[in-house]
């Protein structure tokens, strides 16, 4: 039986909702810029990242059901993971109308998730590293595609940050603080909800499909590293 799990809660804990049918596993279009050159054959194709898209599924009604929570259930913007893709995870936003009169009269609707493209790894382990014992730590990306990770650093003073052998980036942790978040996927620096981006020098980090090899110099006490390996 086909379910979905929406902002941590699974379909069939909702009386009466039935999932008839899922979206097809499909791949993101990709946005491109194309220039037309009199003269020269063929045009300029300029990659310019991927889309978001749409994801229909089918819902019906079966005995006992609450229309007042099957309305509830399909709001907001969350997380969304298909039972046919069941240890991926999609950030989704749901904001198109959903005729639930025919839901009602007829026993079947269809609910539009508005889809980011890439897909996650669910219940991906954060990574926690001792600096005090560790020098350097081997992070695997698992997915398929370049990941944007999730970075906390505590220590103190400058410390630099190293990927692969390449120095990425430079932070200086202010007076009285000695923690900071480095979110690759926001590309923002910040501690709270004050940003930080002004103490930091580089770029911020990506890691490659594979192993990838963090090292780190400075003052570092603990670092926190969510991969977010995603895939298309």
Do not use: H
């Not at 001792?130 to 992070?139: A, D, L, P, R, T």
């Not at 990770?149 to 009285?176: A, Q």
């Not at 501690?191 to 002004?198: A, D, G, P, V």
Request: glycine share 6%.
């Amino acid at each position: 039986m086909s379910y979905i799990i929406w902002n941590g809660k699974r379909s069939t804990e909702i009386d009466g909702l039935i999932i008839c049918e899922l979206p097809p596993i499909t791949k993101p279009k990709m946005k491109t810029s194309i220039t037309k050159i009199n003269g020269r054959d063929g045009d300029i194709i300029e990659e310019q990242g991927y889309e978001s898209y749409t994801k229909t599924i089918s819902i019906g009604l079966a005995r006992n059901y609450d229309i007042d929570k099957v309305m509830k259930y399909f709001t907001g913007t969350g997380e969304l993971i298909l039972s046919n893709e069941p240890d991926k995870v999609y950030n989704s936003t749901i904001f198109d109308k959903i005729d639930y009169q025919k839901l009602i009269n007829f026993k079947k609707a269809t609910v539009k998730f508005y889809t980011q493209p890439f897909k996650y790894l669910k219940d991906e382990n954060e990574i926690v590293v001792n600096c005090s014992v560790e020098n350097n730590k081997v992070i695997n990306n698992v997915g398929l595609e370049i990941a944007k990770p999730i970075i906390k650093l505590e220590g103190s003073g400058t410390v630099e940050l190293s990927i692969n052998n390449i120095n990425i980036l430079k932070y200086t942790f202010p007076d009285g603080e000695s923690e900071v978040i480095i979110d690759s996927l926001k590309e923002e620096a910040y501690l709270n909800s004050e940003y930080k981006n002004r103490n930091m020098n580089g770029v911020f980090p990506i890691l490659d499909p594979g192993n990838n090899t963090i090292t780190w110099t400075g003052n570092l006490t603990k670092i926190k590293i969510q991969p977010k390996s995603r895939w298309l």
